[in-house]
């Protein structure tokens, strides 16, 4: 049951988009402690089972994920905040876990739920809170990923 392994990060996301839905403002520090404790879980697990591979494969494509939205960010100013960038970050940790398959299925699922996000919620002239689109979609790839890969 690996999927326990993620207890931190589906706690901490699912805190960060309730915030972001009613204030529409992601807390760092909540990300932070966040990243830190499921890094602990993965050094724990990583140490007892002496796969550290995985832990580095996960980070290294945490980032990665985290910088391409970063780009993202930068490309369209307003459209995506840093909070949304940190919020990926986290949520990239756990879905990097799972491996390349994972990150492909996530950033899928993430374009047709922010898709789907901004058709339902533009038309309103309402905000559209991200890290509910980030954490959703992190979950469905790691269901996903369990089930056919």
Do not use: H
């Amino acid at each position: 049951m690996p999927y326990l392994l993620l207890m931190p990060c589906l706690i901490c996301c699912l805190a960060l988009s309730i915030e972001d839905l009613r204030s529409r403002r992601i807390p760092r520090a909540w990300v932070g402690a966040g990243v830190a404790l499921q890094l602990i879980v993965f050094i724990c697990w990583c140490a007892f089972n002496g796969v550290w591979g995985t832990l580095v494969t996960a980070v290294t494509l945490a980032v990665v994920c985290a910088l391409l939205q970063l780009a993202i960010s930068l490309a369209r100013p307003g459209a995506l905040g840093l909070g949304d960038v940190s919020c990926t970050l986290l949520a990239g940790l756990a879905v990097a876990f799972f491996g390349p398959d994972a990150i492909l299925v996530w950033w899928c699922l993430m374009g047709i739920l922010g898709v789907t996000a901004i058709a339902l919620f533009a038309r309103a002239g309402a905000s559209i809170a991200f890290a509910p689109v980030i954490s959703i979609s992190a979950v469905g790839a790691i269901v996903v990923d369990s089930a056919f890969f």
